[in-house]
């Protein structure tokens, strides 16, 4: 197929709907909830509200009619722009990440939509088809798998001789979806939904009075209370497993030796793949309630990929317990070895954390002098947080080198530990500031490839190993 094409006449309904989602909340807020406002403000805002509506419905029209793509066997063309016209081309073999969409309004026409991220920072890092049929989705990909073997095989990587056999490392049960509803808290999520309702609904009618008397009543007859209660959460937790089932329902993990594979979701169905010589660093998160029951989140950071936006694509499934995690990293990246033990810092860098200036307290104190003094004690509370704060910093920092590869974690109450390898580093640093010197100790950062690029920065570190960590990384540049 050749010639510019033209998107699906589904692409008018997916935009509107999506801008309908977009605005919802806004109609909602100035012509029912401000119905009786007069105000100045609010008028202005419902004309703004609906010449910004007209234009960008009338923009969605000319998108569709004006807009465009070519796929040929080497390159992808867009055709962009309604009054300024603007061709963007790029070659299959520089795709990295591939995503794949399909909501319920694509479900509703068969159709899906397409993303590829070629690795270049900035607005021209994607090429997006947001309409567009199965079988041509598979004829774009089946295009770049096969510009890349090509691409491959003159440049002499063997691993695109090999036969790609895809092994599944992860499929979500019942299990695991309970277990992801009831940490991600969902199942709370009825009680601030009633009390907005109530809030909503008292504004229109005058439920003072009942609900003081009902109150009363409960109050006299609390064992009713306690029985309005546990259902108020049975059905809760039916909502919020439900949530969770639309999000993380049918997600598996599966690789083969080029790349990995994330399918979630069964309202929207996403697909996401990830080539393995692109992951620049393996991120595992854990919240407080996570380390509690033995959870972490693994992220994979990916050259050509936007970390933004992709936050929720290149993550593994959020709620595995830890030990899985470290087994499929290991099964599926061997270069990535992650060490339980790690070495704690020394006591001094907990009072060099203490011994840091205190931005935010003295902020608060100069705002609360000037504008209200009355509420100074809230400095007090801000300065004991922090200090909080500080010390289960200093107690979940650690760090190791090992081999090729340095692992670094830090956080209070949500830790990231981050790995990487020496040959993914782009650019290492060493500082250390006048408090610092006076320690003993420096900061170490350095930067992986990413959009934007990621860094990572460690406080503590001994100058005997930030030398250590210099030499170290110096080895990789004399070696490449």
């Known amino acids: 197929m050749s010639g510019i094409q033209r998107f699906h006449p589904a692409f008018l309904v997916v935009e509107l709907v999506s801008f309908v989602k977009g605005v919802f909340f806004i109609y909602f807020f100035l012509f029912v909830l401000k119905a009786q406002s007069n105000s100045g403000w609010v008028v ?4 703004i509200l609906i010449a910004c509506s007209v234009w960008a419905i009338v923009n969605i029209f000319l998108k569709w ?3 465009g793509y070519e796929v040929t066997e080497r390159t992808i063309v867009l ?5 300024v016209k603007t061709k963007r081309t790029a070659g299959l073999d520089r795709v990295h990440n591939q995503t794949s969409n399909t909501t319920f309004v694509h479900k509703w026409f068969g159709l899906t939509s397409l993303k590829l991220e070629t690795g270049t920072s900035g607005d021209h890092g994607e090429i997006d088809f947001p309409v567009i049929t199965q079988e041509e989705k598979e004829r774009i990909l089946s295009l770049v798998g096969l510009q890349q073997r090509e691409t491959g095989r003159e440049e002499g990587d063997e691993i695109f001789e090999a036969e790609a056999v895809r092994t599944l490392r992860f499929q979500s049960k019942k299990k695991d979806l309970i277990r992801a509803s009831f940490t991600s808290l969902s199942f709370l999520a009825i009680f601030p939904l009633l009390s907005a309702a109530y809030s909503n609904l008292a504004v229109f009618f005058n439920l003072e009075d009942g609900a003081e008397g009902a109150w009363d009543y409960l109050v006299l007859h609390w064992w009713m209370l306690i029985i309005l209660f546990v259902i108020a959460l049975l059905i809760s937790s039916v909502i919020g497993y439900v949530r969770v089932y639309l999000k993380y329902g049918k997600f598996t993990i599966s690789d083969d030796h080029d790349k990995i594979y994330i399918e979630k979701g069964v309202a929207n169905v996403t697909h996401f793949s990830i080539p393995k010589r692109n992951v620049q ?3 595992v998160e854990q919240s407080l309630l996570k380390r509690l029951l033995g959870l972490a989140s693994v992220k994979l950071i990916s050259a050509g990929s936007s970390e933004l936006e992709s936050e929720e694509t290149s993550s593994l499934y959020p ?3 830890k ?4 087994r499929i990293i290991q099964d599926m990246l061997p270069d990535y070895e992650i060490q339980e033990q790690m070495g704690r810092f020394p006591r001094q860098v907990l009072w060099a954390k203490l011994l840091r200036p205190y931005y935010v307290t003295v902020l608060s104190i100069a705002g609360f002098l000037i504008f209200k003094p009355a509420f100074l004690w809230v400095s007090a509370i801000l300065f004991i947080l922090a200090v909080i704060l500080r010390v289960l910093d200093y107690a979940f920092t650690s760090y190791i080198r090992h081999g090729d590869l340095i692992q670094i974690r830090s956080g209070a109450l949500t830790t990231e530990t981050f790995v990487t390898h020496k040959r993914r580093i782009q650019q290492a640093t060493v500082t250390h500031s006048w408090l ?7 900061t170490l950062s350095f930067t992986n490839r990413a959009d934007p690029t990621h860094v990572s920065e460690l406080y503590g570190v001994s100058r005997e190993e930030a030398g250590e960590f210099y030499d170290w990384y110096k080895q990789k540049s004399a070696s490449s």
């Open 65 to 67: 009619r004006f807009h």
């Open 323 to 326: 030990h899985e995690a470290y």
């Open 281 to 283: 660093a393996v991120v």
């Open 436 to 442: 610092q010197r006076r320690f003993g100790i420096a």
């Open 319 to 321: 709620f595995l317990p």
């Open 44 to 47: 202005w805002g419902r004309y």
């Open 79 to 83: 055709h962009e722009g309604v009054f």
